[in-house]
């Protein structure tokens, strides 16, 4: 349990079945970067394009920012991974407080 | 399983981040102080979008006249970039390859030094030809703090993962600074799930006017 050794015994296999694990996992990671960098460049695109009017660029780029965050999170981050409890309580406890104050500081408070 | 006990790469454990009381402390901890740190930067993009625009006179650069996308673009990709180069780095970490590791931390610390370079090009910029100051309105204050917080992290970053290259450069990897250099890149990705924000909320949302 504390170290999570694998357990077939045979050292050899678990080193195989680890290398191959490790190698999907960088595999997600590259989909994941290339996710981003569209992302951003839609998003670049976006405002650098006339035609499109600030009541659908700024919540459509708030939209991508949220999307390119949570594969940062869940992936580069691995918050995906099993034993991610305790950090998804304590970042999204974090994401709840920060979310009421900007709500707070972009509505109640003007001059 | 001991931290300082000599590892091959059969018996590297599967997760050496969380393979000793010490590392899962680390692990918990580190979690822990990102929750503030997502509170303290919500805080300061609270106050830049409270406070965008105010500006004292009609003359004052406002959002839209001082954001170009060429540099914020460039800004975004070196330090997504750097990111990528992190998850690399933990790939060799994970598959006790000592020498790949370091050669990528490398490469992720120049791509977060170009990143820190750039910022203070652009801030000399904006001060030099704008007359953009930290005291020249309040929407400057709010500009710099939120903005130089993020580059103040990220050279804090840079001097982290520095350090830990130096002083374990002879030791070879272990289960007592496994979990330090994962949590130093944890640090790392965080930096940037800040930058998406700052370039999406102040950048494009500031063009966009």
Do not use: C
């Amino acid at each position: 349990m504390s170290n999570q050794q694998p357990s077939s015994g045979n050292p050899r296999v678990d080193v195989e079945y680890r290398r191959r694990k490790s190698a999907e996992e960088m595999r997600y990671q590259i989909v994941t970067f290339a996710l981003m960098i569209f992302l951003t460049i839609v998003a670049f695109v976006a405002v650098g394009y006339e035609g499109f009017s600030g009541w659908f660029t700024v919540p459509f780029i708030l939209l991508l920012a949220v999307i390119q965050v949570i594969f940062q999170l869940y992936y580069f981050m691995h918050m995906s991974h099993k034993g991610h409890e305790a950090p998804t309580l304590f970042l999204y406890s974090g994401v709840v407080v920060g979310a009421v104050t900007i709500l707070a500081f972009t509505t109640i408070i003007w001059w | 399983m001991q931290a300082e006990e000599k590892f091959t790469y059969e018996t590297w454990p599967a997760e050496p981040e969380k393979a000793t009381l010490e590392a899962k402390n680390k692990f918990l901890g580190f979690w822990f102080f990102l929750g503030g740190e997502t509170v303290l930067f919500a805080t300061l993009f609270a106050t830049y979008l409270a406070l965008k625009d105010k500006v004292p006179s009609a003359e004052h650069a406002l959002a839209k006249d001082i954001f170009e996308i060429p540099l914020a673009f460039t800004a975004t990709m070196l330090l997504l970039t750097s990111s990528l180069t992190s998850v690399y780095a933990m790939y060799h970490m994970k598959n006790f390859n000592f020498k790949k590791m370091q050669l990528w931390l490398g490469f992720t610390v120049l791509l977060g030094a170009a990143f820190l370079g750039l910022e203070i090009y652009e801030f000399y910029h904006y001060v030099h030809t704008f007359g953009h100051t930290f005291t020249s309105s309040a929407f400057g204050s709010a500009f710099y703090t939120l903005v130089g917080f993020h580059g103040a992290h990220v050279a804090f970053g840079l001097l982290w993962i520095i350090t830990l290259m130096v002083r374990n450069s002879k030791r070879g990897l272990n289960l007592y600074n496994a979990p330090k250099f994962y949590v130093a890149s944890l640090y790392w990705h965080f930096i940037d799930v800040v930058w998406v924000f700052i370039f999406t909320v102040v950048y494009l949302m500031g063009m966009v006017g």
